[in-house]
């Protein structure tokens, strides 16, 4: 394997060593179901959806485990809000973001755990911490567990940060704690809470806290030690930091790799549901395609923030257009041509780090190639250039002639579009019948003026966007 990638603990770049040779296990952390996903959470699925593509295009079994949290202070809060029951809440809003993986052509994860489902496994780890030293029972009698934070020297590690300089724990009251700064792992009940969020253990009726949750689960499904953990970059304090600790402080080697995604910003500040400033994947897709959507999310590196706005988006789509549209003309034009093989910048650029923008500009240099085979009547060549080209986008889900998005077609402006320019190819060719040469120029000079290039060839006029 040749992959290098940022891991976010080491702060480098690194050829991926998986735990299992032939195998490289990934856990991500899924949504907290208290809303429907936006744009800014679709970003890390496509995000590891490209990069286990990559990983299966290499020959190797990719095992992805992406977990739904259904069960936090949030959810609770919206099941008041909403006055229906906590649980209906968080399933609602999973399945809209299954819809939301499938509207991109996310591939699902291998298994996507549910929080809720763990709570054997949860205790488990607490006892096992409380045994080792690195947790502690609230002494003010309200069922809460937390970690010492000062009983591991290593907290901080993933985020470059001293205990000393780390802002108060936000998750509980700090009178039960030992430092503001411990972490919960387990949450007693409420008396305003329902009796339907609590479980028993030794400590009293409770719930679990959101960073045992992971840890829990991606140890039930990967083991003790896996290859990348994954995450949006707001993630990596203070989850994926108590998430590491309390992993390794249970003895579990947990992670090799953090991979962190940077965010989607509107703006000028992170898309966030607490900050107001969402846009919604089911809002998004009406008025774009969903393919064009993906291949907007998939053009900038993953760790370089986005700045969306209407106007990138727009010219994302545009991008995109071009790319689809040699596509579907040379395969009208040399019929139907099955994915080769991926030219040799692509992998490269793809073996970088993920590099996406780089691989994006290898496709773009195949088919400047395609263009011009195609033009010299080379249909061998132009063949090669098609196959080249599926097997790059297949890769980052976005061949238009593969599932999901085959048979999908154009959109509703698209056809208006190629109508449109249809009615003008016809009246150029009537004027050309007639030997009306100034009006057949005059119209191929509004077209060309538009962005839109005419090609004469034998089986008759074609247009692609300039």
């Not at 001293?162 to 919960?184: C, Q, S, V």
């Not at 003309?329 to 793809?350: D, K, L, N, T, Y």
């Amino acid at each position: 394997m040749s992959l290098r990638l940022y891991n976010s603990a080491t702060r480098e770049v690194s050829v991926l060593e998986p735990v299992t040779p032939g195998r490289v296990s990934i856990y991500h952390c899924g949504l907290t179901v208290q809303g429907p996903p936006h744009i800014g959470h679709i970003r890390k699925e496509v995000v590891f959806d490209v990069l286990r593509r990559w990983l299966m295009h290499a020959g190797l079994d990719v095992v992805i485990v992406a977990n739904i949290t259904d069960i936090d202070d949030k959810i609770l809060q919206k099941g008041v809000e909403q006055d229906r029951e906590w649980f209906a809440v968080a399933y609602e809003n999973e399945r809209a973001l299954h819809q939301a993986y499938d509207v991109l052509g996310c591939l699902p994860p291998t298994y996507e755990p549910r929080a809720t489902g763990h709570v054997p496994e949860m205790l488990e780890m607490i006892q096992t911490l409380i045994e080792n030293g690195h947790a502690y029972v609230a002494a003010d009698n309200s069922g809460d567990v937390y970690f010492d934070v000062r009983s591991w020297p290593a907290y901080g590690e993933l985020s470059n940060q001293r205990i000393e300089d780390m802002k108060d724990a936000e998750d509980a009251p700090p009178e039960g704690k030992r430092d503001p700064r411990d972490f919960a792992l387990w949450k007693g009940h409420k008396a305003d809470e329902p009796e339907t969020a609590a479980w028993p253990t030794p400590w009293g009726r409770g719930r679990p806290g959101w960073h045992l949750e992971c840890s829990a689960m991606a140890a039930r499904y990967l083991g003790p030690e896996f290859d990348i953990h994954g995450g949006g970059l707001d993630l990596r304090f203070p989850h994926h930091e108590n998430e590491l600790a309390q992993s390794r402080a249970a003895g579990q080697p947990f992670a090799r790799v953090w991979m962190h995604n940077a965010m989607v910003n509107l703006g000028g500040s992170k898309m966030a549901k607490s900050v107001g400033n969402t846009l919604m994947v089911s809002e998004v897709v009406k008025r774009i395609r969903p393919i064009a959507l993906r291949y907007y999310l998939v053009a900038a590196h993953y760790r370089s923030v986005v700045e969306f706005s209407e106007e990138s988006l727009a010219e994302g789509e545009v991008a995109w257009d071009r790319i689809e549209g040699f596509v579907r003309r040379a395969v009208e034009v040399v019929g139907s041509i099955e994915p080769g093989m991926p030219c040799a910048e692509f992998v490269e650029a793809m073996d970088d780090d993920l590099g996406t923008p780089a691989a994006l500009a290898a496709i773009q240099g195949v088919i400047a190639e395609g263009h011009k085979a195609l033009a010299a009547g080379e249909a061998d060549a132009a063949r090669g250039a098609v196959a080249s080209v599926r097997a790059m986008l297949g890769i980052l889900g976005l061949d238009p002639l593969a599932e999901p998005w085959v048979g999908q077609g154009e959109s509703r402006a698209d056809d208006a579009l190629a109508s449109l320019i249809a009615t003008l190819l016809d009246q150029r060719e009537e004027a050309r019948a007639a030997q009306d040469f100034a009006t057949a120029d005059r119209v191929r000079d509004q077209l060309a003026a538009a962005g839109i290039e005419v090609e004469d060839t034998a089986q008759g006029p074609r247009w692609e966007l300039s």
